[in-house]
């Protein structure tokens, strides 16, 4: 699996007041919106967590993902996976429901380093919360191909909802 690149000019922290982010454009209006408008209220609501990008000192926001929890069927998981699970009817898994780059920035490893960081806080968070996996719901085939760049499996149903085994997560950064 790619990853794990150092890029040092970057910090990701949680969305708080002092982040710039009128001006963010990744090339998906609800994205964009999302940003804009709703995620503040999200995180106050506990029902998604936004964590964002930036680089050096300045606060203006280049990127963000979301965190929630999340509970999946078992019988939405693949065979292989489904039957190293205890028979349980749901699971509990973390989503990662939005990510974006702002578009000036695309293309040079920026959203690796944010699909890094998302990983790699999913994975602390679910040594005290436990999580089988991080999932993924991408916004279309593009979205698709950048999260199977990076060992995303698609559920059978629906085939936009990706995930990545918190077991395979840890290997990454154990
Ligand atoms: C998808 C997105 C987050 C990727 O961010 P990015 O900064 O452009 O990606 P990076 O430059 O970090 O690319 C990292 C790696 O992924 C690959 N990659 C990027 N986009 C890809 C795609 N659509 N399909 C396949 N691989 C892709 C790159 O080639 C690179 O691989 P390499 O290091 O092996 O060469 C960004 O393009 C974006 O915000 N798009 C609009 C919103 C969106 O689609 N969000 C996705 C989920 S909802």
């Known amino acids: ?6 890029e040092t000019r970057y ?3 949680a969305l708080g007041k002092q982040h710039n982010r009128s001006g963010f454009t990744c090339g998906s209006e609800p994205l964009d919106t999302y940003l804009r408008v709703q995620a503040g ?3 106050r609501k506990r029902v998604a967590a936004t964590c964002v990008l930036c680089e050096g000192e300045n606060n203006t926001v280049i990127g963000f993902y979301t965190l929630s929890a999340l509970s999946v069927d078992i019988g939405a998981w693949p065979e292989h ?3 190293k699970l205890p028979r349980y009817p749901v699971v509990p898994a973390t989503l990662l429901g939005r990510q974006a780059i702002d578009r000036q920035l695309q293309g ?3 959203g690796e380093h944010l699909l890094m960081d998302a990983l790699h806080r999913s994975w602390q968070a679910s040594r005290q919360v436990a999580s089988v996996a991080v ?3 991408a916004k279309d085939s593009r979205a698709v191909e950048f999260y199977t ?3 995303f499996t698609p559920f059978v149903d629906p085939p936009i909802r990706l995930f990545l085994p918190m077991s395979v997560i840890e290997q990454l950064f154990a």
């Open 135 to 137: 999932v993924v719901d």
């Open 1 to 6: 699996m790619p990853g794990k690149k150092e």
């Open 149 to 151: 760049h990076y060992d």
């Open 108 to 110: 040079k490893g920026a």
């Open 81 to 83: 996976v489904a039957k």
């Open 41 to 43: 209220q999200d995180a």
């Open 11 to 13: 910090r990701v922290e």
